[in-house]
Nanobody, 120 residues
Framework: QVQLVESGGGLVQAGGSLRLSCAAS????????LAWCRQAPGKDREFVAA??????IYADSVKGRFTISRDNAKNTVYLQMNSLKPEDTAVYYC???????????????WGQGTQVTVSS
């Protein structure tokens, strides 16, 4: 069982940066893939990035701008978001599962979400 709590969202101008954090509980944190997904108003939830060990995997829309990382000692996963665009506006969710996927429906554990708003 994994519980996830996101933080770090907010309002930023286009071109700016934000870092999201997701604190996880559970003694087997390091064995899970951790992912970030997002959902904009009126749109389906979409995959953003995922990581287990080593480097992350990314959606094409965020490659080169976003970086996912994790600190297993702190049971925390981060999403550094640079060069933000208005189309990045969404609720960002942290998710976990023991298998990696670029399909949000495959993740079994979810946080409550944090709002990111990018103004033009």
């Amino acid at each position: 069982q994994v519980q996830l709590v996101e933080s770090g969202g907010g309002l930023v101008q286009a071109g700016g940066s934000l870092r999201l954090s997701c604190a996880a509980s559970g003694r087997t944190f390091s064995s899970y893939y951790l992912a970030w997904c997002r959902q904009a108003p009126g749109k389906d939830r979409e995959f953003v990035a995922a990581i287990r060990w080593g480097g992350g995997i990314y959606a094409d829309s965020v490659k080169g701008r976003f970086t996912i990382s994790r600190d297993n000692a702190k049971n925390t996963v981060y999403l550094q978001m640079n060069s933000l665009k208005p189309e990045d506006t969404a609720v960002y969710y942290c998710a976990a599962d023991q298998r990696v996927s670029d399909r949000p429906s495959q993740y079994n554990y979810w946080g409550q979400g944090t709002q990111v708003t990018v103004s033009s």
